[in-house]
């Protein structure tokens, strides 16, 4: 089979094509056909495990998320090529799940020829097993510096015959001068691939954009498909940057109840405050998600000691993965959260680190390799980490140990037991401190092959794991007490975004980008 190609291109970054992308893979699953997702290049730190030739490698969480929405099996043909910030001018390369150094040291503008056989190749492949590839563009597909070099945009667009939907976000103000001046700044044989325009995050009365859409029309010969109404906090992971600054309580409510709000069982409330530290090379953050989807969970993004003791009460601090971890731990220091993690700590707050987050919670960091750098820990958990060259990426299941900590504040006790999976991606290796041990300083290890360790009190969990709140199994556990129905799971979300493109498309609009 050779499958049809539909392309989500964008006026701008943030225009909505990642989620939009992930709604038409549901949508088009749902009609009885076999989907795959696809993305040429993509440049983000959220990463996810997935099969490749070589047993196992890294795409972008965006393509892994898309996939789980086409109930296809994520591998690392849908993302070829990911590109992963290091610092502002240079980016690890990982070509087919796997990094390769000589890329990552090659001039951006002259890594296009090299890697696009690769990315040509993997479409190729993705075409030939299924019904439909659901493809994201990515930026602008109009930046006239970078046409010449493109990988990621029209290349592929007219390599695989695509028919494209151009979104523009028009809460920004300008949506029809951005989707005109795309189109005229394409050639002629991309326009002719563009089939559709979206209006995305309209907010109002949509009988008042005429005559703008019908103008449109005659000007560029192109429809406008849909106009989506604005949707706060739709439950999809963001793809780019911390989500959002805002502190927002579960089930995507934009703003906090209340004081004494009632739940749909009508009684207080159950608030669960979270704080989770942005630092500047956070990464992997898109698997807090699930926290803000879950009924009573107020989560908050916090970057100084001020943000933390703002609040009335904070349960969690999560110390989330890091691109570079021995910075971002000196930029904690920098800000005083140190200690302020050491004090939540000592009064029996839980804390929980992962990945990065585990290390920095351990006595050092040890660097023999120039990898990662030199650092003192948080000395939280009598741990030593050892950064290695070659990096670990696996996916992984694993269990709980039956028995947690003891201790009377031990915040995580619901998940001894519970099988869990998620992955694995690190350079650093973590062992007990071997001196601390001796003394009677002991981690108590709650998983096994050194993935997770916690202090005898039992308030300070660190993890490699990631992927630990997208797992139905440990959100059920950690706060499905509190509720008569099941916790609100990534599976849920996903219908709901084929829900809604199909109430707010044109009847027909979207199968008729099959028969293009």
């Known amino acids: 089979m050779t499958a049809k190609c539909v392309m989500v291109l964008g006026t701008t970054s943030g225009a909505g094509k990642s989620w939009l992308t992930t709604a038409l893979c549901r949508y088009y699953q749902r009609q009885g056909l076999k989907v795959a997702p696809f993305k040429a290049q993509n440049m983000s730190n959220n990463a996810r495990v997935v099969a490749s030739e070589s047993g196992q490698g890294e795409i972008g969480s965006a393509q892994y998320f898309?996939?789980?929405?086409?109930?296809?099996?994520?591998?690392?043909?849908?993302?070829?090529?990911?590109?992963?910030?290091?610092?502002?001018?240079?980016?690890?390369?990982?070509?087919?799940?796997?990094?390769?150094?000589?890329?990552?040291?090659?001039?951006?503008?002259?890594?296009?020829?090299?890697?696009?056989?690769?990315?040509?190749?993997?479409?190729?492949?993705?075409?030939?097993?299924?019904?439909?590839?659901?493809?994201?563009?990515?930026?602008?597909?109009?930046?006239?510096?970078?046409?010449?070099?493109?990988?990621?945009?029209?290349?592929?667009?007219?390599?695989?015959?695509?028919?494209?939907?151009?979104?523009?976000?028009?809460?920004?103000?300008?949506?029809?001068?951005?989707?005109y001046g795309t189109w005229a700044l394409l050639p002629e044989n991309e326009r002719a691939l563009i089939k559709g325009f979206v209006l995305n995050k309209f907010r109002g009365d949509a009988s008042l954009l005429a005559p703008a859409p019908q103008m449109l029309q005659e000007l560029t010969g192109i429809p406008t498909v849909a106009t989506l109404p604005m949707w706060w906090q739709h439950g999809l992971p963001e793809e780019d940057g911390v989500f959002d600054m805002t502190p927002t309580l579960g089930t995507g409510v934009s703003s906090l109840p209340p004081e004494g709000a009632l739940t749909a069982r009508g009684g207080p409330a159950p608030l669960t405050q979270i704080c989770i530290v942005a630092y500047p090379r956070l990464s992997n953050l898109d698997e807090f998600q699930p926290l803000k989807n879950v009924p009573g969970v107020r989560l908050q993004w916090v970057r100084s000691p001020s943000e933390i003791s703002a609040l009335k009460t904070t349960d969690w601090i999560i110390l989330p993965g890091s691109k570079n971890t021995s910075g971002d731990l000196a930029w904690l220091r920098s800000q005083g959260l140190d200690a302020a993690i050491a004090q939540h700590a000592q009064a029996g707050g839980a804390v929980l680190g992962i990945c990065g987050g585990l290390q920095m919670l351990g006595e050092a960091l040890i660097d023999p390799h120039g990898v990662d750098g030199n650092a003192p820990g948080l000395g939280l958990l009598p741990l030593v980490t050892v950064f290695e060259v070659d990096k670990t990426v696996r996916h992984t299941r694993t269990r709980f140990a039956a028995q947690l900590a003891a201790g009377a504040t031990n915040p995580w006790s619901a998940l001894a037991g519970v099988e869990v999976a998620g992955y694995e991606i690190h350079h650093g290796q973590t062992q007990p401190h071997a001196a601390m041990q001796a003394a009677g300083d002991v981690a108590l290890e709650v998983m096994a092959a050194g993935l997770g360790w916690q202090n005898p009190a039992g308030n300070v969990l660190g993890l490699y794991l990631h992927g630990l709140f997208e797992d139905p199994a440990a959100l059920q556990a950690l706060f499905g007490a509190r509720f008569d129905k099941p916790v609100p799971t990534l599976d849920s979300v996903f219908d709901g975004l084929a829900d809604f493109i199909e109430k707010n498309f044109e009847p027909g609009a979207l199968q008729a980008l099959l028969n293009e």
């Not at 990911?82 to 799940?97: A, C, F």
């Not at 990315?119 to 493809?135: M, P």
């Open 66 to 179: 898309q996939a789980l929405a086409a109930r296809a099996l994520p591998d690392v043909r849908m993302n070829p090529l990911l590109l992963k910030p290091e610092r502002d001018t240079h980016s690890q390369v990982v070509l087919m799940g796997q990094v390769s150094e000589e890329l990552s040291n090659m001039d951006w503008r002259g890594r296009s020829n090299h890697v696009w056989p690769v990315i040509a190749q993997a479409l190729d492949d993705l075409r030939a097993e299924y019904d439909v590839v659901v493809i994201e563009g990515a930026g602008s597909p109009a930046e006239i510096n970078l046409s010449g070099s493109d990988i990621v945009n029209m290349r592929v667009a007219l390599y695989a015959q695509a028919a494209c939907l151009l979104v523009t976000d028009i809460d920004r103000g300008g949506a029809f001068a951005h989707l």
